[in-house]
C-alpha cells in the first residue's frame, strides 16, 4: 500500500460548529510580554528531582491504579497540603476532602462553567480579566456584563447597580467571577471591607461568587485578607493553581465547594483524574519547600518588576501609568485615553514584542482600548528592559507618542542595533 | 464570623441538566475484578526515579512555560517516541506532528465523540466494547447500534448489512468505533484481512473509522497486523495509551489523525496542556526501556491470566467459557444462556467480589446478560484464586450453578472462613 496522502475525508461529518483547526505552533517572540509563563531560572530542579525519587519510592506502586486507589478527588497528599495552605485564610473550614485537584484552573473554570452556564445566561465578570474566563463563558453561550474596577478592585457601588437593574429586569446572573487577590490583569487586591460588602450583596441578590485565586501564593504583602471562601463557603466556588507559583507546564489546579458543588464536578471531570506524577512530585515539593520557594518566587518577580517599571518610566516618561501590582507576574499599563495600543500590535509582533490589548482582556472587545497587559515572570532582566526599549520605538513611529525621552533613546537603540 | 455549614446555597442556578454529586470514595473490593488497573508489583519504581533525574537535570527549566515552551501538541521527546513505536505497525508514516498527547485515552474519546456528534446521531460501536465509549456518545445524543462480534473481532458481513439499512434510511453515522487489537472486553485481534475489508466498506459508505489502540503494546504476539490508520490514514482517527502497558494514574495518551481533524481536537483541548512531568518521565522511560518493560508485563499479565483460567476451569468446570484474551488484562466469561450475571452481583460485591456484568459493556442494557469481564492484572496470584473460588460460591448459592466440583469447593471455602 503506498503511503497515503495526510488528510482526513470525512470532514463533512464533524458536528456544527465544528472549530477552526489551530495554527501549527511557530515558536515565541523575542521580547515575549504574553502569557503566564514564568521564570525558567527559578524552577527548582534538584529539588523536584529529589521529591520524584523521594516520593516515587514511598507510594509508587499505587501508580497502578486509577487515581492512586484513592478516589478520583485527587492525590491525598496534595489535598492535605492545599487544605494546609488554604485553611491560613479561610479559618481552617477545609479538610483534605473538601478540594478536588484539576489539571490546572483552566479544568476549574471548564467545568465551573458547564456547571452553571446554559445559553443566554448572564454572567457577571469584572471588567478587565483573564481571557480565558471570558471565553469559556462566551463559548457556552453567556452574556457577560463587566463589573468596574477601581485600584482597589471591584467597585462594590456600581456591582450594587448591576444586580438592582437585572434583578429588575427579572434576571438572576449564574456567578459573580473575580479574582480578588493580585487582581488579573489590574495587580489589586480587594480589601476585607471590599470582600465582605461583595458577600452581602451575593447573598442579597443570590448569585453565588465564583472566587479565582490563581496569584495568590506570589502575593508581595504575605498577610492579605481571608478569602471569599473563607468567609462564606456556602455562597462561593473557589478555584486556584500551582502554575504561577511553580510551573505552568505542571497542570495542578484545585477546586473547593460543598459537595453539591464539587460532588457534580467531579462527576464531570471525565479525564479519568489528573497525572499522577505532577500531583505527587509537586505535593511533595511543596509540603517540603512552599515557603522557602515562594520567598524566592516573589523576591525574584519584584527585582523583574522593578526593571520593567525603570524601563516603563525612561522609556515612556509620564505617557504610560503603570498599575503596580501588588503581586504576580504582570503589570497593566495604561496609556493616554486617546491611544489604541492595537494600533501597533502587528508592527511590535514584527519587531518580536508581543504584548495583551486591553480589549482582549476586557469584557468588551471595544473596552480598555489603550491599555496593556505586560507579563514579566519569563523573560530575564536585559530583555525585558531592551523589550520594553523596542516597544516604545514601536509606539512612537504609529502614534507619535511617547515624545519626551524615549525619542532619543529609541534612536538610541536603532543605532545599537546596526552596528 | 462563625465557621459556615460546608453547603451550598445557590443550587438553584445549575445549568440543565446538571449531573448529581459523585458518591464519596469508599475504598475497593478484597477481590476488585474491574477496572484497567495494573500491577502494583510491575510499577518500574527506580527506573522512573532515574528518568525523573535525568529528564528534569536536561529540560526542567522549560517547565516555566506553557507546554514546555513548544507548543500545545504535547512534549516533543514523548511525540517522538510515540510517531517511532507506531511507525512499526503504520509503514512510517507518522511524524512526531501528527501526534497529539492527550490526558489519558479518555479525553481522546472526548474530543472525538465532542467533534464528531450531535445529538440525534447515529455511530456504531462493538456490540461490547468499553462501558465509556458508550457513556460518552450517549451523552452527547448519539443513537448507538452494536456491531456484532465474533471470536475474530468485528462480523464484516453484519457490518456490511448495517451499513446498507443505514444508507437505505439517508443515515451516514458518524463514525465506526473499534478496539482491533485485545478487543475489550472479549480479549480478540482483528486480522489483518478483516482490517482490509473494514476499511473498504468505511469507504464505501463514507464512514470514518474511530480507533483505539490503548491494548496493543501489551499483545501476547509480538506481530499484530498493521494499526487501521496505517493502512488508511485518511480514513481514521488513532488514539492509544500508556495507561495500561505503563500506569493508569499517569493520563498520558495520544490521538493521530490528518491535521483537518488533529489541528480540531487541539482547538478543543482546553486544559492548558497535558501534565508536563507525567509526559517528561514517561517519554525519558520509554525511550529507555519500552521493549524490557513490555516483556516484563505481558510476562506477568500471562502467568495471572493462566491462574485465573485454571480456577475458573476448577471453580466453575464446563459452566464457565472463557474467551482466551490474546493480550491486555482482562478476560471474558461466558456462563450458560439462561444465567443473568447481574442476579447475582449485588451478592457478589458483599461477599468482596467486584465485576463487570456484560450489559454494563454492551450497546444494550439487555445484551450480553450471560456474560462477566474479569479483569486480572491488580489482584496478585493468590488473591485471584479466592477471589474466583468466592465468585463460584455466590454464583451457586444464587442460580444453582456451577453443579460440578465447585460445589464441594465452595463448602469448603466457606469452612476455612468460619475458623
Known amino acids: 500500500m503506498e ?3 495526510n488528510s482526513f475525508a470525512y470532514c463533512n461529518l464533524l458536528a456544527a460548529p465544528a472549530p477552526q483547526p489551530e495554527e501549527r505552533f511557530a ?48 492525590y491525598p497528599g496534595l489535598r492535605e497540603f492545599v487544605a494546609k495552605k488554604l485553611n491560613k485564610r479561610m479559618q481552617g473550614v477545609l479538610s483534605a476532602d473538601d478540594i478536588l485537584i484539576t489539571s490546572g484552573s483552566s ?3 471548564d467545568l465551573v462553567n458547564r456547571l452553571f452556564v446554559s445559553p443566554g445566561d448572564t454572567v457577571l465578570i469584572e471588567e478587565f480579566s483573564y481571557q480565558g474566563a471570558f471565553n469559556k463563558a462566551r463559548s457556552l453561550g ?3 456584563v463587566g463589573i468596574p474596577l477601581d485600584r482597589e478592585g471591584i467597585r462594590i457601588d456600581r456591582l450594587e447597580e448591576i444586580l438592582r437593574d437585572l434583578s429588575a429586569r427579572g434576571v438572576t446572573p449564574k456567578y459573580i467571577y473575580t479574582i480578588p487577590t493580585v487582581q488579573n490583569p489590574t495587580g489589586t487586591v480587594l480589601s476585607l471591607e471590599r470582600r465582605v460588602r461583595l458577600i452581602e450583596l451575593s447573598k442579597q441578590f443570590g448569585v453565588p461568587i465564583f472566587e ?8 508581595w504583602n504575605l498577610n492579605p485578607p481571608p478569602t471569599l471562601y473563607g468567609l462564606a463557603p456556602s455562597q462561593v466556588v473557589h478555584i486556584g493553581s500551582f502554575s504561577k507559583s511553580l510551573a505552568p507546564a505542571l497542570r495542578i489546579g484545585y477546586a473547593v465547594a460543598g459537595w453539591e458543588i464539587l460532588g457534580r464536578l467531579l462527576s464531570m471531570k471525565s479525564d479519568g483524574g489528573t497525572g499522577a506524577l505532577d500531583q505527587m512530585i509537586v505535593a511533595e515539593f511543596l509540603t517540603k519547600h512552599f515557603d522557602d520557594h515562594m520567598a524566592t518566587m516573589t523576591g525574584s518577580l519584584q527585582r523583574k518588576l522593578e526593571v520593567l517599571t525603570e524601563a516603563v518610566a525612561r522609556e515612556f516618561g509620564t505617557t504610560v ?3 503596580h501590582p501588588e503581586g504576580g507576574i504582570f503589570a497593566w499599563l495604561q496609556f493616554p485615553d486617546h491611544i489604541d495600543v492595537r494600533t501597533f500590535a502587528a508592527e511590535a509582533l514584527a519587531a518580536g514584542v508581543a504584548f495583551n490589548a486591553g480589549p482582549d482582556w476586557s469584557w468588551s472587545t471595544e473596552h480598555g482600548q489603550n491599555f496593556m497587559r505586560l507579563c514579566f515572570a519569563l523573560p530575564d532582566e536585559h530583555t525585558i528592559d531592551e523589550g520594553v526599549a523596542e516597544l516604545a520605538r514601536v509606539c512612537f513611529e504609529r502614534t507619535g507618542m511617547p515624545v ?16
Chains 1, 2 share one sequence.
Open 3 to 5: 503511503r497515503a496522502e
Open 142 to 144: 453567556a452574556k457577560i
Open 27 to 74: 515558536g515565541y517572540p523575542r521580547y515575549n510580554f504574553v502569557g503566564g509563563h514564568n521564570d525558567p531560572a527559578r524552577i527548582p530542579i534538584e529539588q523536584l528531582a529529589t521529591a520524584a525519587t523521594s516520593v516515587l519510592n514511598r507510594e509508587g506502586q499505587s501508580l497502578a491504579m486509577y487515581n492512586l486507589g484513592r478516589g478520583s478527588l485527587g
Open 107 to 109: 479544568q476549574g473554570l
Open 321 to 323: 501609568e503603570i498599575w
Open 212 to 219: 479565582d485565586e490563581c496569584y495568590t501564593d506570589l502575593v
Open 404 to 419: 519626551h525621552g524615549s525619542n532619543q533613546r529609541r534612536q538610541q537603540t536603532a543605532g545599537r542595533k546596526q552596528k
